[in-house]
């Protein structure tokens, strides 16, 4: 089960940090995503990182978010800055066994989603 927080409600240009808990997530090679979902609009990936620390991320937020991982936690963070009005969103995180994919039905694994609002 994958656990969420540090959604919430910003200015444009302010930052927040969202993490995703993974306790007892224990694969030898993984990835574990970042996916935001809009009203009306499809899920779509945001960044990724893999247990090679291979990360990747979709163009709009390029430069804006940052992933990063704390293996010893089981938690993987998403760093991010410069947030716009069109960053808005319900922000998943997903994890899987094997390597990054950017499309949700890869993952198996979800968790129940944290709001970021931007204004």
């Known amino acids: 089960q994958l656990v969420e927080s540090g959604g919430g409600s910003v200015q444009a240009g302010g930052s927040l940090r969202l993490s995703c808990a993974a306790p007892?997530?224990?694969?030898?090679?993984?990835?574990m995503g970042w996916f935001r979902q809009a009203p009306g609009k499809a899920r779509e990936f945001v960044s990724s990182?893999?247990?090679?620390?291979?990360?990747a991320y979709t163009d709009s937020v390029k430069g804006r978010f940052t992933i990063s991982q704390d293996s010893a936690k089981n938690t993987v963070y998403l760093q991010l800055n410069n947030l716009k009005p069109e960053d808005t969103a319900l922000y998943y995180c997903a994890g899987g066994n094997g390597y990054c994919n950017m499309r949700p039905s890869w993952y198996p694994n979800w968790g129940q989603g944290t709001q970021v609002t931007v204004s």
């Open positions: 007892g997530y224990r694969y030898d090679t993984y990835c």
């Open positions: 990182i893999g247990s090679d620390a291979k990360t």
